[in-house]
């Protein structure tokens, strides 16, 4: 009688690696090993024959990338997506599309299990189960690393017992995610928040000290909010977003050392390596601040703030991250221009920017030869504004 079968979310490093042989011999079930690339890992070939070699029945490997920038980081870039104003949250970006894909594996396979391969003190769990919950509730779930409760020393005995390449050793136990819009570092001396973080911790980015000592220009074109050419070169968008990283990543800009307050409550200090995403939310913003009026400059970013939440906590297939998309939607209609940013020793700064949908009007701003605005009016201007709070305060002083 043939084995029942469980999906496993496949990264190729140690938990995932790991859990494939934990979940044959806990539950008895035939694994498939699903790895989704959505950009930046280099060797899914090796991913897949890993999964096969571990011990899966089927080792696949979906390429994503297109559809992660189109569907995921498109949307996140219109609301200028940053958690706590730090991170541009591209793990939890990522989850929902890995996991959308592992149920519709699941569904067309005929398994009755799904699984991943997150601990139970992180944020990926939520963001896994409640895709599974949205999308098929019927699909079992399973949590090997959250039942399993193995320190990170015992996983890797664990696979060296059973035979299982991974890829750290006990003297550097660095975890890492990666996609196209960053990647993360975890585990190991960086969970001391007193130390500083060691130098062998980065790989996108070199240290801003060793950055070049004349400044890098880049000239970003957008349309309708989002980028598609690189210094006047049309490049669709997984290849600007990678030509940025690299150009980023040697002026040392995309460097994050935070301490990050995960959903399930828990202080945690996490690196974050996002040359691209730095340097192109910091060059949507710049433009935005051109072409949007002042009401909606001043209103999106509550919006921005809740619509990061959403996607921390795991919340991508909720009504109000669609509604809030629909509203980003509408602002990203005229934010099409070029802004030129200058990346220096870590610094990623907007320094010029044009649009025909522009807002600045030079006789307007200036004070010079150029001026047309009319000084006069100002006056009756005033008396209207503070009429308010010239009857508030006129009646306290009647009052005492």
């Not at 990522?94 to 391969?117: M, N």
């Not at 019927?138 to 299982?164: F, S, V």
Request: overall charge negative; some cysteine.
């Amino acid at each position: 009688m043939a084995k029942e079968l469980c999906v496993l979310a496949y990264s190729g490093g140690l938990d995932t690696s790991v859990a494939i042989r934990w979940i044959a011999d806990n539950y008895n079930l035939d694994v498939i090993a699903l790895a989704i690339d959505v950009g930046e890992e280099k060797d899914y070939e090796g991913i897949r024959q890993k999964g096969e070699q571990v011990g899966a029945v089927e080792s696949l490997v979906i390429n994503a990338t297109d559809e992660f920038c189109s569907d995921y980081i498109r949307p996140a870039l219109a609301a200028n997506l940053m958690y706590e104003n730090k991170y541009a949250a591209f793990t939890a970006l990522a989850r929902p599309l890995l996991a959308q894909h592992q149920v519709r594996v699941a569904l067309e396979r005929g398994a009755q299990y799904v699984a991943h391969g997150c601990t139970g003190k992180g944020n990926d769990q939520v963001r896994f189960e409640v895709t599974y919950q949205a999308l098929a509730p019927q699909l079992k779930c399973i949590a090997p690393a959250r039942e399993w409760n193995m320190t990170r020393e015992q996983e890797i005995d664990y696979a060296q017992e059973h035979g299982i390449p991974v890829p750290v050793g006990k003297e550097s136990p660095y975890s890492t995610d990666t996609n196209l819009w960053g990647r993360s570092i975890e585990c190991g001396i960086i969970e001391d928040p007193s130390v500083e973080a060691p130098e062998d911790a980065w790989e996108w980015t070199v240290s801003p000290l060793e950055a070049p000592n004349e400044p890098t220009y880049v000239r970003i074109t957008f349309d309708q909010g989002f980028p598609v050419a690189l210094d006047g070169q049309s490049m669709a968008g997984p290849a600007l977003i990678s030509a940025l990283n690299e150009i980023g990543g040697r002026n040392g800009v995309g460097r994050t050392n935070m301490l990050e307050n995960r959903l399930v409550g828990i202080k945690s200090r996490e690196l974050y390596e996002t040359p691209a995403a730095t340097i192109l939310l910091a060059a949507h913003r710049d433009l935005e601040s051109l072409v949007l009026d002042r009401d909606t400059m001043h209103f999106k970013p509550y919006l921005e703030q809740r619509y990061s939440e959403l996607v921390y906590y795991g919340l991508w297939f909720a009504p109000l991250r669609e509604a809030i998309d629909a509203f980003m939607a509408e602002t990203q209609k005229t934010v099409t221009g070029e802004v030129t940013m200058k990346l220096y020793k870590g610094s990623a700064e907007a320094v010029a920017r044009t649009s025909d949908y522009s807002l600045y009007d030079l006789g307007l701003a200036s004070y010079g030869d150029a001026d047309t605005f009319d000084p006069s009016k100002a006056e009756g201007f005033i008396d209207i504004w503070a009429l308010p709070a010239k009857v508030t305060n006129a009646v306290r002083r009647e009052r005492g």
